[in-house]
């Protein structure tokens, strides 16, 4: 049985941001989006992913969780609300965060928001 969720590795050391079309994420994990997200994959490795996110103010990533790969974020900018785990935090330019395996998560969008997220094992979540 094939791993749906598992991505090629990047055949490549260097890129830009400016050089990966990004791709508009209608549902992670199942779980619809509400309003507009896209992600870039910059870099994929045999245990690492790396993705820029875009969240567009007043988009809602609901309740979700995974269950196969952890998540760390690192907001570039603007500001999100993140719950995890029942904690409910504010993300400011400069904040980081992390989805451990298996616990609940949502953010909203506050403001046009920036960030860099890591996944391990790199899984792709979104469609």
Known sequence: ?????????????????SEIEPEVISAVEGVEEQGHVTVKKMMVGEE?????????????????????????GYLISGKLRLIIGGKDFIATPGSSWVHPVGVDHYSEA????????IKS???????
């Open 1 to 17: 049985m094939s791993d749906k969720r598992k991505l090629d590795i990047t055949d490549y050391y260097h890129i830009n941001s």
């Open 48 to 72: 690492i992913l790396l993705l820029e996110v875009r969240r567009k103010k007043g988009l809602i990533d609901p309740v979700h969780k995974h269950m196969d790969h952890e998540s760390m």
């Open 110 to 117: 506050l403001e046009d928001c920036l960030q860099i997220e």
């Open 121 to 127: 094992p790199p899984k792709k979540t979104w469609v």
